[in-house]
C-alpha cells in the first residue's frame, strides 16, 4: 500500500514523533520508503495462514514464579541522578494542565 | 596475547604466572593501538585496572575463576555499573545505569573484566554499524568496508585483537553477520538461554544475547558461564546448562542438513565455495549431508520487519525525556517535550522503524499484518521441527555475501535488510546459532557458515562447530590486527 502524507501524520502522533519538525523533504522519503516497505512485506498476504495460531514467543516458557525474598534495590538517589530535570527530590517536567494548552 | 585462548589467559592468571592487572594494561595499549578501528565508545582505564587488581586479590585468596583475569568488551546495550550505556544514540547520551547486565555479572563474577563499551548501530537498528551516533566502526580486514551490525564494534574488538571476548545482541543477526564480516566466531543460543536483565530490550521475543571469540571453545566458555535461569528475566528457560567439558566434547553430527531454498539466487558464488568446504569438513568427520526443505524460508525477511519493527515501537516508547537521557528544552507542554524529544532524540532508522511498527499496530492494520506475521512465524516454527526431523544440524551461509563497502547499499533500506535473510529464521523459531570462520575470499575477505540446531541442542550445535574448525583451522587475526598501520 502507499503511504500517505496524511497516514504518515497521524501513525507518527501515535508513536509521539512531530515529523513537521524535520524538513519537508525528509517527510517525503520517509512516505517514500514506507510505501516500498510495506510493498514488500505485503507478500505475507500470499501466505496461507488458515488454522494457524498468532505465535508470541518462539518457545513455550512456564510462567516463572519468583522468589519470595527481599533483594537490593538501587535506590532513589541513583536514579534521580538520571533525570534531564530534577527539584530536591522529584523531576521536573513541563506543565501539563494549563501552560501548554493541550495536556498530556 | 594475540594468539592465546580465554582458557590460557585464565590459567596464566590462576597460576600466578601472570598479574589480571598486567592482562588488562595490555588489552587497553591494544585497545589504543587499534583504536582507528573505531570499535570502541566509552572506555574507563582506571576502573578496568581496579576491577583487575580485584580479580588478582580474589585469585590470591584462592578462588578458582573460569575467567580470571580475561579482558571484555561489552556492546553498548547492556547495562554496566558506573559506565555509560548509550546505545549509540543520542537518545542515552550520558546514561548511568543503577544496576549491571546479569550476562555482564555473571562474566564478572567469573574473574573477567570489563574494559569498555563497544559501537553499534544505534538501538541495535541495521546491519553495517553505520547508524551509530559516534560514528562508524571499520572492518579491520578491509577498512573500506562495513565490520557489520548491529554489534559492529564488538566482532571489530575481538577481529582487530584489541580483546579476545566481547558480548553482542542478535535480534536478526547482528551477532553473526558481523562475525562473517569481520572472521570471528558469534553465538546466539537459544531463545531463553542467557538472561536479557539489564539489555536495552529492542524486539523482546526475538533478543538473545551472545559472545564474539576468535575460537569455538572460548564461545563454550563463555556461554556456559553465561547462560541459565535468572529471576531477573522471566523468559529465561530451567533447562539444565551443558558444562563448558560437555561442549568441548560433543561429538561431530552425524546428518547435516542444508536447506535447498538457502542456495537459490543472491548467494554469491565465493560464499558458496566456503559452504561447500565447511560441508566436505563435515563429511570428513563422518557427517552424512541431507538436503531439506523450508519452503517458506523467503517470507522470513518480511515477517521479521514487522514483527521487530512492532515490538520496537513498543519498546521504545518508554524513551519520553522524563526519567533519564535525551530531553529537549524547548518545549512548552508536557506532550510536546514527548514529541520534540522523541523525534530529536531518535536517528533516521530508529524513527523509520518506530514508524513502521506503530502503522502495523494501529487500528485497521493490525490484523492484515502484525496477527498474520505471527501466524506465518508459527508455520516458520514448524517447518524447522520437521527439518530438526531430519537431521541433527543445519549447515547455512551467514550472510549472502562478504563485507560489502561502506554506502554500497545506498540510500534502499530494503536492500540492506536483505543482508540479514540467512539469520532472521534462527530469530523467528529461537533456534541457537554460530557463524563458523570458514576461510576467505579469493579477494582476502573473510567468511562465515552458519551452523542451527534445534532449540537447547547446543551440544549438538558446538559438535559441529568444532568438527569446522578442526578442519578448516581457525581463522587468524587479519593482517592489520599488527597494529604497526593503525
Partial sequence: ?104 | MAEQTLFEVAEAVRSGLRTAESVVGEALARMEVTASFGAFVHVDRERALADARAVDARVAAGELLPLAGVPVAVKDNLCTEGLETSCASKMLGGFIATYEATAVSRLRAAGAVVIGKTNMDEFAMGSSGETSVFGRALNPWDTERVPGGSSSGSAVAVSSRAVLASLGSDTGGSIRQPASFCGVVGFKPTYGRISRRGLVAFASSLDQIGPFTTDVADAALLFSVMAGQDGGDMTTSDAPVPTVDELLQAPAPLRVGVPKEYLAEGLDPEVRGRLDAALDALKAEGAEIVEVSLPHSKYAVATYYILASAEASSNLARFDGVRYGHRDTNATSLIDTYRRTRTFGFGAEVRRRIMLGTFVLSAGYYDAYYQRAQKVRSVFVREFEAAFRQCDVLLTPTAPTAAFKFGEHGDDPLTMYLADIYTIPANLAGLPAMSVPAGLTAGGLPVGVQVLAAPFAEKTLFGAALAIERRLGKMAAPPAASGEKS
Fill in chain 1, 1 to 104: 500500500m502507499s503511504v500517505t502524507l496524511e497516514t504518515l501524520k497521524h501513525t507518527a502522533e501515535l508513536a509521539r514523533l512531530d515529523l513537521s519538525l524535520l524538513p519537508t523533504e525528509e517527510q517525503h522519503r520517509l512516505a517514500e520508503q514506507m510505501s516500498r516497505i510495506l510493498a514488500f512485506v505485503d507478500q505475507l498476504s500470499e501466505v496461507d495462514v488458515e488454522g494457524e495460531e498468532p505465535m508470541t514467543h518462539p518457545i513455550a516458557l512456564p510462567t516463572a514464579l519468583a522468589a519470595d525474598v527481599a533483594v537490593a534495590t538501587p535506590g532513589a538517589a541513583a536514579m534521580l541522578a538520571n533525570a534531564p530535570a530534577r527539584s530536591g527530590d522529584e523531576i521536573v517536567v513541563p506543565r501539563v494542565i494549563d501552560g501548554g494548552g493541550e495536556g498530556g
